[in-house]
């Protein structure tokens, strides 16, 4: 199951720039390979199996032309859509299984190691993990002590993006605590314009706020217990982040068109109303992809119609970093195991990733990305946080759970949360429901 944040996205930044399925990067000429030597893989075809479309797509081109040049290996990319279990399954069963494919979620990459359709990572490739990684992402890559996965593309899931007009309007700054932000945000109220554009057409993006208050407020530890399960959703510690969700979703200040405005507002609409041409709102909180919509959609200049400001502390904690991610892995079932292993090793390095980080949209969980190789400076400094927070970073809670219970639209955590927007009122007894279809999605 594709992880729907990212997935929208992308599906509206694909717009009407739909690209071909098959998209080939080929030799270009002399080089080193991306291990240093010559073009040792000169006359061979990878294939590459991954999620994106329409913009992403073509920048991922760019970075497999750049292997390419390197390597003298041709590789084709192929998009599988969302459903990128069933997709590859299926490619697996037919004997046609790609060498390369770009895990979007945690839970998949955990799915396919299980099932036994993956190729360890070499131990070069672990070296330049080791070397270029905060150890957080290697340990997301690592299922039962082994390492299958490489992460190369990196969201930004803590910044809250405003009006810069509507703040100096209404006399507000960026706030550092939450409180502050519900204060501002009835400041900005009063001055006529809905505090925040809340998308809850879909379930994802309620997950998104819960995760950040829930991060900041019960800390590292309990976050990761509540990710796996190993605390139950009626702990007091959920109670109470569902408690501080809740002063902002049942505040028709505080949410345009109030809760059930907002459950009919997917994650597009949510920006158009902060960043269109006619305001709606003057916040929205959601990952640094939010700038892609910004700049591609919308035709504005994040840096001066857009800007974020991170997630603020929640109750004294530390200000949330939470993060969602594409990872690179091998399939045994591939038939070109030694070039697959070159390109999961090139996507280690800064080389690779500063190539999309120029063309934009694009943060990577590698630190030894320069600065200037990023697009703009409000990406520059999203991605300076994500890298910054070093292992402190946590993987969006919902990706790492079964889709049952945390990526399913209309049921589980998704449809409970879309629950308690429309009526907040009992943050325990909605506790007492995500229990019970978490332990029915893990089987407890």
């Not at 190691?113 to 690592?142: C, H, M, R």
């Not at 002590?145 to 810069?164: D, E, M, N, Q, R």
Request: proline share 5%; hydrophobic share 40%; glycine share 12%.
């Amino acid at each position: 199951m594709r992880r729907p944040s990212v997935r929208h996205t992308r599906a509206a930044l694909s717009g009407a720039a739909v690209l071909g399925l098959a998209l080939s990067a080929t030799a270009c000429g002399g080089g080193a390979s991306a291990g240093g030597g010559k073009q040792e893989l000169s006359g061979q075809t990878l294939t590459v199996a991954g999620v994106w479309t329409g913009v992403e797509q073509t920048n991922f081109k760019k970075v497999l032309d750049g292997f390419s040049e390197k390597t003298g290996a041709k590789v084709v990319f192929s998009s599988t859509g969302d459903n990128v279990s069933t997709v590859v399954g299926s490619q697996i069963e037919g004997g046609n299984a790609p060498d390369v494919v770009m895990v979007p979620q945690v839970g998949v990459l955990q799915q396919f190691a299980k099932k036994g359709w993956l190729a360890p990572l070499s131990a070069e490739i672990g070296a330049e993990a080791k070397k270029n990684f905060a150890q957080v992402w290697k340990d997301y890559g690592t299922v039962d002590k082994t390492y299958y996965g490489l992460y190369f593309k990196a969201s930004h899931k803590s910044t809250v993006w405003y009006s810069p007009e509507a703040f100096s309007q209404a006399g507000v700054k960026p706030a550092k605590t939450y409180q502050e932000m519900l204060k501002s945000g009835r400041t900005l109220s009063d001055s006529g314009v809905p505090a925040f554009s809340v998308a809850g057409e879909a379930g994802w993006p309620l997950t998104d706020w819960f995760e950040n208050i829930y991060l900041s407020q019960a800390g590292q530890e309990k976050y990761d217990q509540l990710a796996a399960h190993k605390i139950p959703w009626t702990d007091p510690s959920v109670v109470k982040a569902l408690t501080t969700l809740g002063k902002l979703f049942g505040d028709k200040n505080l949410v345009a068109g109030g809760g059930s405005g907002a459950l009919r507002t997917d994650f597009p609409e949510s920006v158009q109303q902060v960043f269109g041409a006619e305001q709606k709102a003057a916040m929205v909180y959601e990952g640094d992809f939010v700038s892609a919509l910004v700049t591609d959609e919308l035709h504005k200049k994040v840096g001066e119609d857009a800007k974020f400001f991170p997630f603020p502390s929640v109750d004294g904690g530390k200000a949330p970093v939470v993060s969602g991610g594409d990872a690179a892995v091998v399939l045994k079932a591939g038939k070109n195991k030694k070039a697959a292993m070159e390109l999961v090793k090139y996507l280690g390095t800064p080389e690779a990733s500063a190539i999309w980080a120029k063309a934009g949209g694009y943060i990577s969980p590698n630190k030894k990305v320069p600065a200037s190789a990023y697009h703009d400076e409000v990406t520059r400094n999203a991605a300076k946080s994500l890298t910054g927070a070093g292992n402190s970073v946590r993987f969006d809670m919902s990706d790492q759970a079964p889709a049952a219970f945390g990526g399913t639209q209309g049921a589980g955590e998704w449809k409970l949360l879309q629950d308690f927007l429309r009526d907040p009122s009992d943050p325990k007894g909605t506790a007492q429901k995500l229990e019970a279809a978490a332990a029915k999605a893990y089987g407890k």
